[in-house]
């Protein structure tokens, strides 16, 4: 498969969950970014993950890192642990590689009933993104009421609604919040109008674009093990949406990521 990846930018991919699985070597990291795509973050899932990410990747000129945890059962009743696990992580990465505090949130297929914990573990992550001055990457599965209660809890923290699976009503109040919102490869998928419409509502200024690789591969390659050269049909679908070039898209998400993550204007240089 002949894949186009210049200029694309992913704001939410799971880079070192793609080197475990069996992708073609020129479609990894480093290949890319000598290929001249752009900006990646790489987003933190457990405590503890961010050197060895950072290891990893360290041939990777195009890639910032988010550092946080995901709302594991296991993980979300023990807060005081984790949050002196990021505190350290925030301390000793080297300077300008960390930009945003994340992915954390809700997820109620996984914590169907929601435990106080949940919010807890959530809203620690947020207040050290704010004594950080970070951007925060929330995750928000079958749980928009909850989210969106929580987050009014902090009017001054910012970041991105990812993978955003809700409806343009939603989007509304996200934006109307202050927040991005970011849109993966489910945009492009049979059943997903209310996505469809949500990106098509969101201004110019707020929308971002991701693959949440290896997760989420788009159509034609739905099921397949997704990495970021694939983005190239999320960026197809939003733009078709809005009435705008791929190229006019690539500019606008290179933009919205620079403001939002602090990126220098010569970021790629």
Request: proline share 6%.
């Amino acid at each position: 498969m002949d894949f186009d990846y210049k200029g694309f930018t992913d704001t939410h991919a799971h880079l070192s969950f793609i080197d475990e699985a069996q992708v073609s070597a020129e479609l990894l990291p480093p290949a890319l970014a000598a290929g001249g795509f752009g900006f990646i973050l790489d987003i933190g899932t457990d405590g503890g993950d961010l050197s060895p990410r950072i290891a990893k990747l360290s041939a990777c000129p195009n890639v910032r890192f988010a550092v946080g945890v995901w709302p594991y059962k296991e993980q979300i009743c023990r807060i005081e642990e984790n949050a002196r696990i990021l505190e350290r992580e925030l301390d000793a990465a080297p300077a300008g590689l960390v930009v945003a505090i994340g992915e954390c949130g809700y997820d109620l297929r996984e914590n169907p009933g929601a435990p106080a914990e949940e919010t807890a573990f959530l809203e620690m992550q947020i207040s050290l993104a704010q004594k950080r001055g970070l951007p925060v990457i929330i995750h928000s599965r079958e749980a928009a009421e909850r989210t969106i209660e929580t987050l009014r809890h902090f009017p001054g923290v910012r970041g991105i609604i990812h993978c955003f699976s809700y409806t343009r009503e939603e989007a509304r109040i996200f934006l109307d919040m202050g927040w991005h919102i970011s849109f993966a490869g489910n945009l492009t998928f049979k059943n997903a109008q209310g996505i469809r419409e949500a990106c098509a509502f969101v201004p110019d200024e707020r929308l971002l674009l991701e693959t949440d690789c290896p997760f989420l591969a788009p159509v034609p390659w739905r099921g397949k093990t997704c990495h970021p050269a694939m983005i190239a049909e999320t960026y197809k679908q939003a733009a078709a949406l809005r009435g705008k070039s791929v190229e006019d898209i690539k500019t606008l998400i290179s933009q919205n990521a620079a403001a939002l993550f602090g990126l220098p204007s010569n970021f790629r240089d």
